[in-house]
């Protein structure tokens, strides 16, 4: 029997009270932080990436669930964020 078999998906001709209901969207939000020549934009071939921060938030929550930054050596603590340093 294969794990994968579409003829056993179970499905409710009627969705009524708990089923009705869509599931509450995350949103993930990112800022990436590069390192480029004073006055220009980054671009991929030349500048490195030094720092990549995201927050990830249920849609109407007043606060994140999630705080991240991920950093190239080190970096500063940030309150109510965690910091992975590479």
Do not use: W
């Not at 029997?1 to 009705?20: L, N, R, S």
């Amino acid at each position: 029997m294969d794990v994968y078999d579409y003829t056993k998906i179970v499905f409710h001709k009627k969705c009524e009270g708990e089923f009705q209901k869509i599931a509450p969207l995350r949103i993930l939000s990112f800022d990436i932080e590069c390192i480029s020549e004073k006055g220009k934009f980054p671009t991929a071939e030349n500048d490195s990436i030094i720092q990549i921060a995201n927050i990830c938030q249920i849609n109407g929550a007043s606060e994140p669930f999630i705080r991240n930054v991920f950093t190239l050596n080190t970096c500063a603590p940030i309150i109510g964020t965690q910091v992975f340093s590479f």
